[in-house]
Nanobody
C-alpha cells in the first residue's frame, strides 16, 4: 500500500498563504486519484480537495477559490496551495488516495494553525 509523507504546515496569520507538500513512496502515484484531507479534534476527517490522475480538480465549498491542488507525477508529489487562509482552516492536513471508502492507513499529517 502506498505511503505518504506530508510537510509544509505551520503557524500563519489570517489572509496569508501556505503551501503543503505530500511525497508518495511508491511508483504507482501517477495513477492514483489523490486528495487533501483535514481533521480537527472531535470532528471527522473531511476531504477538501481532490485531483484525478490527469489533473482534473475538485474542491469543497469551504475552500473553493482559495485553495489549489496540484500534482507532479514525475516526482510523485502532491501539493496544496492555501491562499487567504482563515481561522477555520486550522487542522491537521493529510494526503491520501480518494476512493469509494475513506482510506484506512494515514501518514502523520502536517499541522496548519491560522491565528493572529
Amino acid at each position: 500500500q502506498e505511503e505518504f509523507v506530508e510537510s509544509g504546515g505551520g503557524l500563519v496569520q489570517p489572509g496569508e498563504s501556505l503551501r503543503l507538500s505530500c511525497a508518495a513512496a511508491g511508483s504507482m502515484f501517477w495513477m492514483y486519484y489523490m486528495g487533501w484531507y483535514r481533521q480537527v479534534p472531535g470532528k471527522e476527517r473531511e476531504l477538501v480537495a481532490r485531483i484525478t490522475s490527469d489533473g482534473a480538480e475538485d474542491y469543497a465549498e469551504s475552500v473553493k477559490g482559495r485553495f489549489t491542488i496540484s500534482r507532479d507525477n514525475a516526482k510523485s508529489m502532491l501539493y496544496l496551495q492555501m491562499n487567504n487562509v482563515r481561522s477555520e482552516d486550522t487542522a491537521v492536513y493529510y494526503c491520501n488516495e480518494v476512493g469509494l471508502n475513506m482510506p484506512s492507513n494515514w501518514g502523520q499529517g502536517t499541522q496548519v494553525t491560522v491565528s493572529s
